[in-house]
């Protein structure tokens, strides 16, 4: 069973763009606890101008309205939903409330809300690696992404404390090529580029959570680990 990082020494939280990163920060025994990005469909963007405005009118019912994601009813932002286009499609949308509906199910909003004041609490107080799941798409602009990942990263190192964020993401390749690790990084984004040979999604768990590629992650937090945070 995976346990949570409660070493006291350095926060492993998650920063979306969806689940799959607080997923990966769980069983590789990393993850410290859930953040309001855990299990959203998100993007930097949008995160970065909730918390600039200190997630004023996130949960206000007037600033709330319904999509669907294969048939599904999820709830979405109307407030915080600006954002250039150099996202996945499903990251488009304003910040999804993904698997938390607080309009219908009683105790999700406080849930959330805890969750936000959490780290809000924990910046300044303790070290913090945020791990960054992007997923690449043709109109993906990594320059930008770089500067937003560095902008919120910022933003979380203070009183002496430091933040970094790990951003990674795949690259497809054939089969017939080995697969690979790449590092490409900078002083407060450190990034990784893992050649896969799937995309990870479908209905497979096994690829949508990027099992198939676990040494690659395994590679990629051995590296972290190296490092003073």
Wanted: proline share 2%; glycine share 6%; aromatic share 12%.
């Amino acid at each position: 069973m995976c346990k949570y990082n409660q070493d006291g020494e350095t926060l492993w939280l998650s920063l979306g763009e969806n689940c799959l990163a607080d997923n990966i920060l769980l069983r590789f025994h990393k993850k410290s606890y859930s953040t309001l990005f855990s299990s959203a469909r998100s993007n930097i963007e949008y995160i970065l101008d909730m918390h600039l405005n200190n997630y004023t009118g996130l949960f206000s019912p007037c600033n709330v309205k319904y999509g669907t994601v294969s048939g599904d009813e999820v709830l979405r932002s109307s407030l915080y939903n600006i954002c250039t286009d150099g996202f996945h499609p499903l990251h488009l949308n304003g910040f999804e409330f993904t698997h938390h509906d607080f309009l219908k199910v009683n105790g999700v909003k406080e849930k959330l809300e805890n969750r936000i004041n959490r780290l809000i609490n924990d910046i300044g107080v303790k070290n913090i690696v945020f791990l960054y799941h992007h997923r690449y798409t043709e109109k993906s602009n990594l320059f930008n992404l770089r500067r937003s990942l560095s902008e919120f990263s910022k933003l979380c190192s203070k009183s002496g404390k430091k933040c970094r964020v790990v951003l990674f993401y795949q690259s497809i390749i054939d089969t017939n090529k080995p697969k690979e690790l790449i590092e490409h990084s900078s002083s407060e984004v450190i990034e990784f580029e893992l050649k896969t040979h799937e995309i990870w999604g479908g209905t497979n768990p096994n690829i949508f959570w990027a099992h198939v590629d676990n040494k690659l992650l395994s590679k990629m937090f051995s590296i972290l680990d190296s490092r003073t945070f």
